[in-house]
């Protein structure tokens, strides 16, 4: 080759010479979210309308429409994700929890002693419905015409899901940490994309902490409300003989409600963050390696003003809080990678329907939702 030179001069050589290059460092790919509130609130309150006025039975289609919005608008490296579910096996689905409400209103009105056996085997049928949802919604979740999986077995969800759901319940909650540690293993060690899968390398001991520190938060939070209470009760027993007592009285115990609320979606913000974070940050799909970047102030605040937004407005600023809230989550979070995010949908290219066979179809062709 060094003595002919002048061949290095040809262009597609060159070309394909520095394609065959690794990045000089790692890839970052941001998510972006591109809907508007205004375009999301014209789909949720026709969504409610029909719904209500077809009692119930549009909700499927209802739902389809704002998920195909809210995955047509997210982005990754340019390209929009897409949800792929018909309305018809959800619709199926609906129908059979609907059927199962009103067996155990039945049950428990006219035979009382029947209505825990109902209840019993709704738990025990609970494993099957999340195995069958998470297969039936990632089978119809796809990013550049590639199919997404869920790989972990039916045994596996009722050992985590029934199993160690009644050990959370015998120790009265105290279990909570590990429980929810072993259910976040089994779904992010099965996720695909087609034939790529993932992997999740979590710690336990960090699921403790975060639990730990939640329940001393909620307490520090719910003793100050609490305070708070007597404080103003008291005050309020030297004011009934006054005009308007009972209108004080009124707003002083929705003021302490929202307190109470507000300390409710603290905590659960603070679990979210935590969690969802150190979730990201240690699960890999193939080379990518998920990152999140949540901050518990930031998502704190928004649910709060958020939450504030939906009392003040009725309920009309949900389609706003929902995509206000959307946006910030899935702009904290990115992927990184040495290779090229094309070399992972190539790879992902073999394998998009064969390996995803395994959907909720393939028994009822349903998706209940939880």
Same mark, same amino acid.
């Given at each position: 080759m060094d003595s002919h030179p002048q061949t290095n001069w040809n262009a597609e050589p060159l070309q394909g010479t520095q394609a065959a290059q690794p990045p000089a460092g790692p890839q970052t790919y941001r998510l972006e979210f591109r809907g508007r509130a205004e375009e999301f609130f014209r789909i949720w309150i026709v969504n409610i309308v029909l719904s209500v006025l077809t009692l119930g039975v549009y909700y499927a289609w209802a739902k389809v429409r704002a998920r195909r919005y809210l995955y047509a608008n997210t982005y990754l490296a340019g390209h929009p994700f897409e949800y792929l579910a018909e309305p018809l096996p959800i619709l199926r689905g609906n129908l059979v929890v609907a059927a199962g409400l009103g067996l155990y209103y039945f049950a428990n009105n006219l035979y009382p002693e029947l209505g825990f056996l109902v209840v019993a085997g709704g738990f025990a049928l609970l494993p099957w419905v999340i195995h069958?949802? %998470?297969?039936?919604?990632?089978?119809?979740? +796809?990013y550049r015409g590639i199919r997404f999986g869920f790989q972990g077995s039916l045994r596996e969800a009722y050992f985590q899901y029934f199993w160690l759901g009644l050990l959370a319940f015998i120790t009265l909650g105290l279990a909570t940490p590990y429980v929810r540690f072993?259910?976040?293993?089994?779904?992010y060690n099965h996720i695909a994309y087609g034939a790529t899968r993932s992997r999740f390398t979590g710690q336990l001991?960090?699921?403790?902490?975060?639990?730990?520190? +939640?329940?001393?938060? +909620?307490?520090? %939070?719910?003793?100050?409300?609490?305070l708070l209470a007597v404080l103003v009760f008291g005050a309020g027993a030297v004011l009934v003989p006054l005009p308007?007592? @009972?209108?004080?009285?009124?707003?002083?115990?929705?003021?302490?409600?929202?307190?109470?609320?507000?300390?409710?979606?603290?905590?659960?913000?603070? %679990?979210?963050?935590?969690?969802?974070?150190?979730?990201?940050?240690?699960?890999?799909?193939?080379p990518l390696r998920l990152r999140a970047r949540l901050r518990v102030r930031d998502l704190t605040w928004i649910s709060l003003t958020n939450l504030l937004a939906v009392v003040l407005t009725l309920g009309l600023a949900i389609p706003w809080a929902k995509v206000r809230y959307l946006r910030h989550v899935l702009e904290h979070l990115l992927l990184q990678s040495e290779a090229e995010l094309d070399d992972l949908v190539a790879a992902g290219g073999? @394998?998009?329907v064969a390996s995803l066979g395994e959907a909720a179809t393939d028994i009822l062709g349903l998706e209940i939702g939880l």
């Open positions: 069958q949802t %998470l297969r039936f919604t990632a089978h119809n979740s +796809a072993r259910q976040r293993q089994y779904i001991g960090f699921f403790w902490s975060v639990y730990l520190k +939640a329940v001393g938060l +909620a307490l520090l %939070l719910y003793l100050g409300v609490g308007g007592a @009972d209108l004080l009285a009124l707003l002083a115990v929705l003021a302490l409600s929202l307190l109470a609320l507000s300390a409710l979606v603290v905590v659960q913000q603070y %679990l979210y963050v935590r969690l969802t974070n150190h979730t990201w940050n240690h699960t890999t799909l193939g073999p @394998d998009r």
